[in-house]
């Protein structure tokens, strides 16, 4: 028994284990599938990107050619050859003439080995010298590069300026590989070259260079060149997602460009990684893998840079990765457990904000409507306390007629009135609506219920308000927040047009496919199309600092929204037009 217990325990333990073989072999298979498809998109994205850089250098070379060749830069008179016969000055340390002129040491500066130039020699160092203000710019565009600079047979003008002694030129400077390989006989088709990596003579550490040849009639004048240093291609490999691996950039000749291992990148010298049978084949892999011992090698090329990106994929890593998933798959689950509920958390903060914001708008209209609504309480009480003192001057002298009487009662009871629909409007405007359900109202009364409140201020403000047939309709809403959308509006308005020569406000309504559009249009010049999509952005402002929250609109937008609409500004006109669109029941 105990022999059958022990045998089936094996016969149910290798099942097991084929099971798990199997399980692990589909797995396995599925996954590097997936891992594979993934590292060979991120790998030809990042090439992607190396030929959009390698595109904006080759624009600029090619803008510097063109510059450089242009007979016109060639006509300053500022550059006549007894200008250089005088500035040009020999520095006996360094055994090179340089040019002294301070008009030239802002945009670089110039090294020369013949003696005093001829006529010829000095136009070439003319159109060089016209090409400081296009250096300057260059490396503008391109802050991380060290240098950019243009090479003669026998100078050098260089941006930024560099003192002779750090550098010069010199027969090393033409013997150098960006030169070289742009001689007629060398790079023939004259298109962009990129070096093998050096290090910079001037200190700058380990670099690559880009240049390009330079003819003028079709006869060879020198090279227009820009440095990388390796350290910025090294800081975007970095911020790359392949962390799991080495991953480095070679040229065509096998040479090491940067990797994300920093031992790699530590040395001074070139390194040559891969073998001359190495590169072919990788040349001839279409499917882009070389498999190795423990590991796979994804790679994918650069033609424009003459590079080739590769990932080294360690293997056992990634089968312990598979063993462990269902550890991983709990930690998986926890943490979306984790994340909804802060999502849940957020969600409600948000909403509890964005009503707190809405609350906030509605106060800021509040106050600054306060002075204007104050005024008008303020006009019918002046006429009850007058009336009110007639009728009282009246009784006490016994001349008190019941005509008198009436008419006075009547106007103290309208004003009365008046002062109760202010305060009842201005009441239910500050109630916090977001804690109501929402309710059908006539679009009228809430439009009235606007003016009530922006009343003074449309008087005060020397603008002539006008506003459309009203449409008879209901709409399901909180009707103080569209009071408080439409009063944000109007508030813009009269904000916008208060220093212009015409000064008008006008409210249209069109009714279209069951929804009710509300046009708030003035006579302010627009909204500049630069800043067009910035306006609904919460906190931000058109107005001078201190006089806007720059959360109205912002607010407004969302309050529509919040009713199944809208709030959008109207472009391609010639005023200023916001339209806020509602639904109707």
Same mark, same amino acid.
């Given at each position: 028994?105990?022999?059958?217990?022990?045998?089936?325990?094996?016969?149910?333990?290798?099942?097991?284990?084929?099971?798990?073989?199997?399980?692990?072999?589909?797995?396995?298979?599925?996954?590097?599938?997936?891992?594979?498809?993934?590292?060979?998109?991120?790998?030809?994205?990042?090439?992607? +990107? %190396?030929?959009?850089? $390698? #595109?904006?250098?080759?624009?600029?070379?090619?803008?510097? /050619?063109?510059?450089? &060749?242009?007979? *016109?830069?060639?006509?300053?008179?500022?550059?006549?050859?007894?200008?250089?016969?005088?500035?040009?000055?020999?520095?006996?340390?360094?055994?090179?003439?340089?040019?002294?002129?301070?008009?030239?040491?802002?945009?670089?500066?110039?090294?020369?080995?013949?003696?005093?130039?001829?006529?010829?020699?000095?136009?070439?160092?003319?159109?060089?010298?016209?090409?400081?203000?296009?250096?300057?710019?260059?490396?503008e565009l391109f802050p991380k590069s060290p240098w950019v600079y243009y090479t003669s047979s026998d100078f050098i003008y260089i941006y930024p300026a560099v003192n002779?002694? +750090? %550098?010069?030129?010199? $027969? #090393?400077?033409?013997?150098?590989?960006?030169?070289?390989? /742009?001689?007629?006989? &060398?790079?023939? *088709?004259?298109?962009?070259?990129?070096?093998?990596?050096?290090?910079?003579?001037?200190?700058?550490?380990?670099?690559?260079?880009?240049?390009?040849?330079?003819?003028?009639?079709?006869?060879?004048?020198?090279?227009?060149?820009?440095?990388?240093?390796?350290?910025?291609?090294?800081?975007?490999?970095?911020?790359?997602?392949?962390?799991?691996?080495?991953?480095?950039?070679?040229?065509?000749?096998?040479?090491?460009?940067?990797?994300?291992?920093?031992?790699?990148?530590?040395?001074?010298?070139?390194?040559?990684?891969?073998?001359?049978?190495?590169?072919?084949?990788?040349?001839?892999?279409?499917?882009?893998?070389?498999?190795?011992?423990?590991?796979?090698?994804?790679?994918?090329?650069?033609?424009?840079?003459?590079?080739?990106?590769?990932?080294?994929?360690?293997?056992?890593?990634?089968?312990?990765?598979?063993?462990?998933?269902?550890?991983?798959?709990?930690?998986?689950?926890?943490?979306?457990?984790?994340?909804?509920?802060?999502?849940?958390?957020?969600?409600?903060?948000?909403?509890?904000?964005?009503?707190?914001?809405?609350?906030?708008?509605?106060?800021?209209?509040?106050?600054?409507?306060?002075?204007?609504?104050?005024h008008e309480i303020n006009n019918p009480l002046t006429v009850i306390l007058g009336?009110?003192?007639?009728?009282?001057?009246?009784?006490?002298?016994?001349?008190?007629?019941?005509?008198?009487?009436?008419?006075?009662?009547?106007?103290?009871?309208?004003?009365?009135?008046?002062?109760?629909?202010?305060?009842?409007?201005?009441?239910?405007?500050?109630?916090?609506?977001?804690?109501?359900?929402?309710?059908?109202?006539?679009?009228?009364?809430?439009?009235?219920?606007?003016?009530?409140?922006?009343?003074?201020?449309?008087?005060?403000?020397?603008?002539?308000?006008?506003?459309?047939?009203?449409?008879?309709?209901?709409?399901?809403?909180?009707?103080?927040?569209?009071?408080?959308?439409?009063?944000?509006?109007?508030?813009?308005?009269?904000?916008?047009?208060?220093?212009?020569?015409?000064?008008?406000?006008?409210?249209?309504?069109?009714?279209?496919?069951?929804?009710?559009?509300?046009?708030?249009?003035?006579?302010?010049?627009?909204?500049?199309?630069?800043?067009?999509?910035?306006?609904?952005?919460?906190?931000?402002?058109?107005?001078?600092?201190?006089?806007?929250?720059?959360?109205?609109?912002?607010?407004?937008?969302?309050?529509?929204?919040?009713?199944?609409?809208?709030?959008?500004?109207?472009?391609?006109?010639?005023?200023?037009?916001?339209?806020?669109?509602?639904?109707?029941?």
């Amino acid at each position: 028994m105990k022999k059958l217990m022990l045998l089936k325990f094996k016969h149910l333990l290798l099942v097991s284990i084929f099971i798990w073989l199997v399980i692990f072999t589909f797995e396995f298979n599925s996954l590097y599938k997936h891992t594979a498809n993934i590292i060979n998109r991120s790998l030809l994205s990042r090439a992607k +990107e %190396f030929e959009i850089e $390698n #595109e904006r250098f080759s624009d600029l070379l090619q803008y510097a /050619n063109a510059f450089f &060749v242009s007979d *016109t830069i060639i006509q300053n008179e500022n550059y006549s050859s007894n200008y250089f016969k005088t500035h040009f000055k020999y520095n006996s340390n360094e055994k090179v003439f340089e040019l002294a002129s301070p008009i030239l040491n802002p945009i670089g500066s110039l090294t020369y080995t013949g003696k005093i130039p001829v006529e010829s020699k000095i136009q070439e160092i003319k159109r060089s010298l016209a090409l400081g203000p296009i250096f300057k710019k260059a490396l503008e565009l391109f802050p991380k590069s060290p240098w950019v600079y243009y090479t003669s047979s026998d100078f050098i003008y260089i941006y930024p300026a560099v003192n002779p002694h +750090e %550098f010069k030129f010199s $027969n #090393e400077t033409i013997a150098s590989e960006f030169y070289q390989k /742009n001689l007629p006989t &060398v790079n023939t *088709t004259r298109e962009t070259i990129w070096t093998n990596p050096y290090y910079d003579l001037a200190g700058k550490g380990m670099m690559i260079t880009t240049s390009m040849p330079v003819y003028i009639k079709n006869k060879f004048q020198g090279t227009l060149s820009i440095d990388v240093v390796l350290s910025e291609i090294n800081k975007k490999i970095n911020m790359s997602s392949f962390t799991d691996g080495k991953l480095f950039i070679i040229n065509n000749e096998g040479n090491l460009i940067t990797s994300n291992n920093d031992l790699l990148n530590m040395s001074n010298k070139v390194q040559h990684l891969f073998s001359s049978q190495q590169l072919r084949e990788l040349n001839n892999d279409d499917d882009h893998i070389i498999n190795r011992f423990n590991s796979i090698v994804f790679f994918t090329s650069v033609p424009s840079f003459n590079f080739y990106i590769l990932y080294e994929f360690k293997l056992l890593p990634f089968v312990a990765g598979i063993i462990l998933k269902q550890i991983f798959s709990l930690i998986f689950i926890i943490t979306i457990i984790f994340f909804f509920t802060y999502w849940w958390i957020t969600k409600k903060l948000q909403t509890q904000t964005e009503a707190d914001n809405i609350y906030k708008n509605k106060l800021i209209s509040m106050a600054e409507l306060s002075g204007g609504i104050a005024h008008e309480i303020n006009n019918p009480l002046t006429v009850i306390l007058g009336r009110t003192r007639q009728l009282k001057r009246k009784n006490d002298k016994n001349e008190l007629s019941p005509t008198d009487l009436n008419e006075n009662l009547n106007l103290i009871i309208n004003s009365s009135e008046r002062i109760s629909k202010i305060i009842t409007t201005l009441k239910n405007f500050s109630r916090n609506d977001n804690t109501d359900l929402k309710e059908r109202f006539l679009l009228e009364e809430i439009i009235h219920d606007t003016l009530l409140l922006c009343e003074h201020r449309i008087k005060n403000n020397d603008a002539k308000l006008t506003i459309d047939k009203i449409p008879q309709i209901k709409i399901n809403c909180h009707p103080h927040q569209i009071v408080q959308v439409v009063i944000n509006l109007i508030n813009n308005s009269f904000d916008a047009i208060v220093n212009l020569e015409e000064r008008w406000v006008n409210i249209s309504f069109q009714v279209e496919n069951k929804k009710i559009k509300i046009f708030v249009n003035d006579s302010g010049r627009g909204v500049k199309k630069d800043i067009q999509d910035k306006i609904f952005e919460p906190f931000y402002s058109t107005k001078p600092h201190g006089q806007g929250s720059g959360i109205g609109l912002s607010i407004s937008k969302r309050i529509a929204q919040y009713h199944n609409g809208d709030l959008i500004l109207i472009k391609n006109v010639n005023n200023t037009s916001f339209c806020l669109i509602l639904p109707i029941d």
